[in-house]
């Protein structure tokens, strides 16, 4: 596999997505390729770790603010 910018994004967003889910993403990432998320705050309910509290209203946010990013570097087009 050759190594590039658009690798070291990609891996960026799986990395974001282990720490908000508290494991490896890979049937999240599987389920993203046939149908993109369309509502980030339910996603977050579905994939942010059970082990962790509830996140307040302000911090909920910027939690959604990050899954996005991580989503988006998930993305085959940029």
Same mark, same amino acid.
């Given at each position: ?16 997505? @282990? ?22 705050? *339910?996603?977050? @309910? ?25 989503? *988006? ?6």
């Amino acid at each position: 596999m050759e190594e590039n910018e658009k690798l070291d994004v990609y891996s960026f967003g799986v990395l974001i997505l @282990k720490v908000l889910m508290g494991k490896h993403p890979g049937d999240l990432i599987s389920s993203l390729s046939s149908s993109p998320p369309t509502v980030y705050g *339910a996603l977050l @309910k579905d994939i942010l770790d059970t082990r962790l509290s509830s996140p307040g209203n302000h911090v909920e946010e910027e939690v959604v603010l990050v899954a996005k990013l991580a989503l *988006a570097c998930l993305h085959t087009s940029p």
